[in-house]
Every structure is written in structure tokens, then in C-alpha cells.
């Protein structure tokens, strides 16, 4: 079992930045590759970003490319988003996610290939 929190969401204006964390606990967070979604009202869930478990392999959904970096720190356990440069469409729930065991050590960009989800967190773009 993998338990995933989400922190750092809010509101804030088109142009602005935020970043959001995800803390895990439960297994060996070196062991398990992570990814960012999102789902904006009415919309489907989608693929924003995901690292590998080591963190060397990332990979972006090319809409936030050059706008979004994920990150991850093993020794705190906690993967981050870095949102720069947000823009209105941006705006949805947030969503960590945990696929463990990983052992192939790759970023992976499907909502079936992850097996815990967080909570979600709230951004919000105004115009």
C-alpha cells in the first residue's frame, strides 16, 4: 500500500507560478515511479507529467512543456510539480500517482499504468 497527499494547490493569475508536492509513505519511495494528472470539470483525466523511479527519465504532456517540471526528492519522499507561466486552461484538480513495484525504472503516461491515487489538490487560473 501507498499513501499519497497533495499539498500546494490555490488560486492564482494567468502568468503566475505554483508548485505542488505529493508525500508518500507506505512503501520504498525509491521503488516506485510517479506521475502527475489533472481533470478539469466535465474532462476527462489527463497525463501532465511523470518521472522515473530514480528521477533520472521525465516525461511532459507537450502542453506544459517548457512550463512544468516535475521533480522528486527520495530522501523526503515527496515528488513535486512546478507550475510556471499558468495559463486559465491550466485550472483542474491535481493528482499525484504511485505505480509500485516499478521494475523497469521508466516514466509511464497512462492513468491504467498507476496504482495509488492522492486526494487531489485545486489550481485555479484566472484570467
Known amino acids: 500500500q501507498v499513501q499519497l497527499v497533495e499539498s500546494g494547490g490555490g488560486l492564482v493569475q494567468a502568468g503566475g507560478s505554483l508548485r505542488l508536492s505529493c508525500a508518500a509513505s507506505g512503501r520504498t519511495f525509491s521503488s516506485v515511479a510517479m506521475g502527475w494528472f489533472r481533470q478539469a470539470p466535465g474532462k476527462e483525466r489527463e497525463f501532465v507529467a511523470a518521472i522515473s523511479r530514480s528521477g533520472i527519465t521525465t516525461y511532459r504532456e507537450d502542453s506544459v512543456k517548457g512550463r512544468f517540471t516535475i521533480s522528486r526528492n527520495n530522501a523526503k519522499n515527496t515528488v513535486y510539480l512546478q507550475l510556471n507561466s499558468l495559463k486559465p486552461e491550466d485550472t483542474a484538480v491535481y493528482y499525484c500517482?504511485?505505480?509500485?513495484?516499478?521494475?523497469?525504472?521508466?516514466?509511464?503516461?497512462?492513468?491504467?499504468?498507476?496504482?495509488?491515487w492522492g486526494q487531489g489538490t485545486q489550481v485555479t487560473v484566472s484570467s
Open positions: 500517482a504511485a505505480k509500485t513495484p516499478d521494475y523497469i525504472s521508466r516514466a509511464y503516461s497512462k492513468v491504467g499504468d498507476y496504482d495509488y
